[in-house]
């Protein structure tokens, strides 16, 4: 199914259908996937999605690791290669796959930094990539990783669950996702490149440390601005979870509609109470406000909520299971679910992250998709800078590349910071009237610990550490889009730019004559890329969607919890606000790859629930073939005991430990004097363990609470224990690893002063980039743009 925006009435639709002379965008890139990690596999899968010829050579099965894939015939294994060419691993290994097919790829995707080295030196024209747990520098450069080691370093798992209780890490593999998704736009990004005489030989790096610390910026910002520490629990924004009839429902209230929110579940008498009477009143009530909507919810269904969260344009949604998915209305609707033949048989599997308007993701490169489709495609003729000009200072790879920026809050917002760090000129279009969500209160703010010291000053909107970190390397452009002369001068800036993003609902840019169709005329080689919640069509197009709501409706928020009688929590900081502007970056960078080799403009629509879908896949799959949904069940993870948090020393810190093999149980009671644990031969196999998980939890426990986290973590490592501190705001401001890194940026700030930012896991020629400028005041270059446009 291809989704393309309606045109307006009266006018003829902009023929954006492939053609025979549009190659897909990554049409006659070759790559050889050597990986045997999720996010290498992952990238690999991408590539192949948007037209590379990839094919997986693999290993001999092997034991079960944290971050790799393992088994053949499993849902994972599924999810990551179902579009790839499949060959076993020539005998001799890596080096002699290099040699037999390095000839003639454009991509080696490895596993390792002793085989990107390898592969680098065989292969010194192929691009070289890789993601692994770690950088190989810094402190933490021989640690094992594992999900809980990394979502304890991010600071997610400090924030996720209920105050006074154990942190949760979450689900899924969500930090080898990001990985994966940050190795894929790093390496479009270089293909991207302009032609000209070059060679490759460089090695693309993604640290999956590194890629999950940048999906929770937030938590360091907040410290660096105001040395506050986000708290697990916290009840500082109007959101909560409500039971109903039939399951839970989350929702996001918003000022000026408590009186909506209380018609949708059947509580209009409560309007005049005390909870509700006015917005700071229920903003320093929202768990017992919460509570009396919940009572009222206990008759209603899940779907007459969400009937009514539609009509009322209520940010209120469902918390889906994963195996409810496959027949999702919504879905179903738009056509989602795809069937993919692997091994000779075929299998359901997720629809792409994206939908450009030009093509259907993972059609085979090549083949024609109708019977007027016979021309053979263009090569592809990446240009392939080597690592010397790199370090002579090449220019960036969107260099040039102007992007208008018409997004807030945070998914969009962090898909135009990656562009910007990659080296385009973001211009970021807002209003006095209705500014960027996360530049907070105009005047009075609500919370004072997202500002320096404490002090919202005169000019909040320019103060925020949230929106400060997340629009880097930008410039903002006042427009009032509801006047025609604001609406001529977006379209004068459309006219000279390369990108347009937005995150508004759906039809918003039609209605203000914004629209893809015109933004054709006023550019013929315009790019767009649409990050909706639910998607452009379908009956939930219209449904109002915040991170938390669009987590629910993806099935992740009912895998996190502590148990099933105390229900679904999902993430502490909603989590797929960043999985959406990952994928929206992404999106991006795939559909100007498209345009530059096309010359013809591209549409492209990211529904971020969607595109959160892919980050558990294997889990909806599973779930729908055995019929059986996962239930929140703390930190346990099948294969692996112990895999918890255990308290240290100090209030609310805790320290993750997660064993997945024998030899690290035996590791972790050597290390911890345990001589007669790690003699006794019950307790030398999983389900042993597992059999005397109370008396090993209440040791341990024991054990950790006198200890500082830190020094436990490296002590258990360089045993041979994955294990980690459970960061919160500071920690993760003062990690050593991220430190060593050069992860932060220190930059000056108008109106905020001089603090250090988070970064990014991109890299040019083995250095992380950094950002030159802060985040904009509201409407700083307004003048020196449009005067440039004029």
Partial sequence: MTVAPSPSPGEPALDTQRTPEQPLP??????????????????????????????????????????????????????????????????????????????????????????????????PHVLVALATDFANEGPYRHWQGSELVHQALSGSMHYTGLAGRTPLYGAGNRAYVAAGLFLYVSLVARLRTAPAVGCGGEIVRVAVHEAAAAMEQNFSAQWAYSATIAQRGELNRPKGRIRCADGWMTAFAMEGRLGELLSAVGADDLADSPLFSSWPTFMHNVQPAFTQLEKRARDHSRESLLTAAVEHRLVMSPVRTPSELRHDPQLLARDFWRHAELEGRKHLVLGPMWRPATYEPEA??????????????????PRLTSRSELLQGRPRPLTGVRVLDFTTAWSGPLATRILALLGAEVLKVESTSRMDAWRGPAKTATATEFYPDADPGEHPYNRNAWFNAQNLDKKSVLLDLKTDSGRKHALDLCRDSDLVITNFTPGTMDRLGLGFDNLCRANPSTVMIEMSGFGTTGPLRAHRAYGQTMEAMAGITSLIGYDEKSGPLGSGSAYLDPMGGLAGAAAALTALLHRDRTGRPQYVEVAQREAAMAWIGEIILDAIATGTDPVPNGNAQRGAFPHDAFPCRGKDEWIAIAVHDDDQWSALCTELGWQDWADNPSLQNLPGRQASAEEIVQRLSAATTECDKATLAHRLQQ??????????????????????????ARLFHPAAGTHEYAGLPLESAGQLLQPASAAPLLGQHTDSVLHRAD
């Fill in 26 to 123: 990554l049409e006659g890139v070759r790559v050889v996937d050597l990986s045997r990690t999720i996010a290498g596999q992952l990238a690999a899968r991408l590539l192949a999605e948007h037209g590379a010829a990839v094919t997986l050579l693999q290993p001999p099965p092997e034991a079960s690791r944290p971050g790799r894939v393992g088994s053949t015939d499993s849902a994972l294994f599924l999810h990551l290669n179902h579009n790839k060419t499949i060959r076993p691993l020539p005998e001799g290994g890596l080096e002699a796959a290099v040699r037999q097919y390095g000839g003639d790829v454009d991509v080696l995707v490895v596993s390792d930094h002793t085989e990107a080295a390898t592969a680098a030196r065989l292969a």
């Fill in 364 to 381: 085979t490169a090549g083949t024609p998709r109708n019977d007027h489709d016979q021309a053979p495609p263009r090569p592809f003729v």
């Fill in 719 to 744: 045993a041979g224990v994955p294990a980690a501190p459970v960061q919160n705001g500071r920690d993760l401001f003062e990690d050593p690893q991220l430190r060593h890194r050069g992860w932060f």
